[in-house]
């Protein structure tokens, strides 16, 4: 682990992985959860080297004096130290979920910076697409076949209808995994010690996001920009995920089979296969 300053002084974590060359910037989702979860991304170090970011309050870095400076605008501000510490001009940009709404802050407010970003199953906070409950629900009943679908289903038509419980909610995990094993469900055990519950409803307070200008932003981004989707996503379906992809002047969708939340736990080798390519 390497530690550096953020620009107001919070020592934040870097778990460096792979081979030489300059590194690609790895952001976690959660919101805020330490980058472990990631672990090495399928394989991707053998690739290209690989630099995970443990976002201020998680993981190895320290916890802010001030609480505010969660907000996810506020921490375009640690990936630009990121990238002074590293001495590089321009960075590529992996970011998962969450991580996709700090991603493309950054890019649109230092386009400059951006060699190539890479979308893994991407929120759409900061953009202002929309995820309907139809397209959630038929993108679950793809799973119609498994075992657990129908009391899964059950709570997922709660969930869609703002009558989620704690109980809903856990019953609709399986939907994120392209397979609910054994590594899913430790991957879904963990997600409670590895997230800073305080941090994640300051993420996306009021005045993070401002999309129209976020989308106008990165519809003028000079930069190869690759989202990817997982065929069973939950989370960030295909279809939102192409709305996604047009953003970008150099935008391209790839959908793996098979694969929800997580690509990389699915199907290491096509998921490194399409993103190795992409980055290097």
């Not at 060359?21 to 690739?47: E, K, Q």
Request: glycine fraction near 10%; aromatic fraction near 6%; include cysteine.
């Amino acid at each position: 682990m390497i530690a550096f300053p953020a620009h107001d002084g919070t020592r934040l974590a870097l778990h460096l992985s792979g081979r030489g060359g300059p590194p690609v910037i790895g952001l976690p989702g959660g919101p805020v959860r330490a980058s472990a979860y990631l672990g090495d991304l399928g394989g991707l170090p053998a690739h290209r080297q690989l630099a995970l970011l443990d976002l201020r309050g998680s993981g190895g870095s320290a916890v802010p004096r001030d609480p505010a400076s969660y907000r996810c605008d506020r921490l375009v501000d640690d990936v630009e130290a990121l990238r002074e510490h590293l001495g590089l001009d321009r960075v590529d940009l992996l970011a998962h979920c969450a991580g996709a709404n700090l991603a493309v802050l950054y890019a649109a407010r230092h386009p400059e910076r951006v060699g190539r970003l890479a979308l893994i199953t991407p929120s759409v906070a900061a953009v202002g697409i929309t995820v309907t409950a139809e397209a959630r629900l038929a993108t679950a009943r793809l799973r119609e076949d498994e075992p657990w679908f129908p009391a899964a289903y059950a709570a997922l038509e709660e969930v869609v209808a703002g009558r989620a419980t704690g109980d809903h909610w856990a019953a609709v995990a399986p939907f994120l995994h392209g397979r609910w094993d054994k590594a899913a469900q430790d991957l879904d055990a963990a997600d409670a010690e590895e997230r800073n519950g305080d941090a994640a409803p300051v993420y996306a307070s009021e005045g993070a996001f401002d999309p129209d200008a976020t989308r106008a932003a990165l519809a003028r981004l000079d930069a190869p920009v690759l989202v990817l989707a997982g065929e069973v996503d939950l989370n960030s379906p295909p279809p939102a995920m192409a709305e996604y992809a047009e953003l970008f002047p150099q935008g391209r969708l790839v959908v793996q089979p098979g694969a929800g939340h997580h690509p990389w736990l699915d199907d290491p080798e096509r998921f490194v296969a399409t993103v190795a390519p992409f980055l290097r």
